[in-house]
């Protein structure tokens, strides 16, 4: 039985939050799991995704089945070396990746990024691209790789698929309405993925991005006794390591401390001989389904170096196989996403036209149709209206599929 909620219900309570330049239409109430689409749900034929059973978001990272039967990274670090990207594959080459922007913090990043040449990759939330999008405009104006990291930041494997399909497109289509670009690439929050996970991604067009270096940078944010050196001191371990093949690193700009740390942490990576690129460049990959490509790098040009930034060589690797995966225990699924910061205030005059804008009509053809899932398109000049229907939202998700 299908249960259809009154759109004149949902209408009263869509609320107008902002007045920024920002994103038209209504979107769904930000850091919530946002509504299942008809149509978006229809792009997966569920009958091919493997049938991984959707875990109680509190027994992720906790209970381990005795088998690891759909390669569940949260329990083993298990990684499936077709699919998923776990490394830069050359060695010498670095993939820094910054994930849960773009927040305030991000502006001071790009400009050391700028400033220093260097490329990276942004896994985006996208309540954060909806609150910031001129902060993603200049992130893909500077070369920078922008990637999916989902609406609301949940552990995926604890999501119905309906819901994993929603986090993903609600991210896609306000990227693609911020700088008119379809990322193919995604990550999951917590790095919490199983292979219903990634058959859904891959149905849906993205590649999995993963990591074989963590800061672990996101345990400051409540952590005390996390010592923010400690970034910098892996870093400096990390360009030591033996190695066969490259690194990809995780870091995240949703703190201001943690995004700061870059500033450190880059120039390390570079006096070490590597090479930083954005994650697709490294892996040969093209970042969009819109025909743009990513400049190649830059002679690593070393600015603003630490003072005591250490001189380490290269890896200078002894036949050794590649590092195992990621066999850390994922961070507890804790707030990241709603510790989220405010929006910045008075964002920075950026340009506001950027080389890779493909026009409001790509963005709207992805759009879903305004009646298909009982939530309203609002009329296009509207600005950045964020709708608070996070009680009717769950009451249509929890309808929906009766
Ligand atoms: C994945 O691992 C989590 C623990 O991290 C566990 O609770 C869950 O049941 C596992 N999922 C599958 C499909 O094995
Ligand atoms: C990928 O994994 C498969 C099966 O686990 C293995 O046979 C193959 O050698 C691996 N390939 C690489 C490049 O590591
Ligand atoms: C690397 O980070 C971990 C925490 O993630 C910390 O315990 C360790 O001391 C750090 N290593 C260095 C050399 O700072
Ligand atoms: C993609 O862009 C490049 C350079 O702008 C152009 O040479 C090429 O023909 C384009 N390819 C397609 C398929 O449009």
Redesign the pocket.
Known sequence: MKVNVSLCVLASLFISLSDAAGLTGNWPPLDQPPPPVKEWTALVDQTKVPAAPVVKAADVGTKCPDKDTFCNWSCTGCT???TDIVRCPNKGDWGISFDDGPTEFTVGLLDFLLKTNTKVTFFVIGSRVVENPEILQRAVKEGHQIGIHTWSHPALTSQTTEQIIAELKWTEKAIQQAVGLTPKHMRPPFGDYDDRVRGIASQLGYKVVIWDEDTNDWMSADDKTFQLSWIEGNFTEWVKQPATTGHISLEHDLYQQTAARAQLGIPIVQNAGFSIKPVSVCVGDKPYVENVTLDAPAAAAPAAAPAAAPAAAPAAAPAKA?PAPAGKAAPTPAKAAKAAPPPASSPAAYPSSYPYLVGSSSASAAAPSSTSSGYVVSSANSLNNINLWSFVSFIVGSVMFI
């Open positions: 499936r070396n077709d590649a």
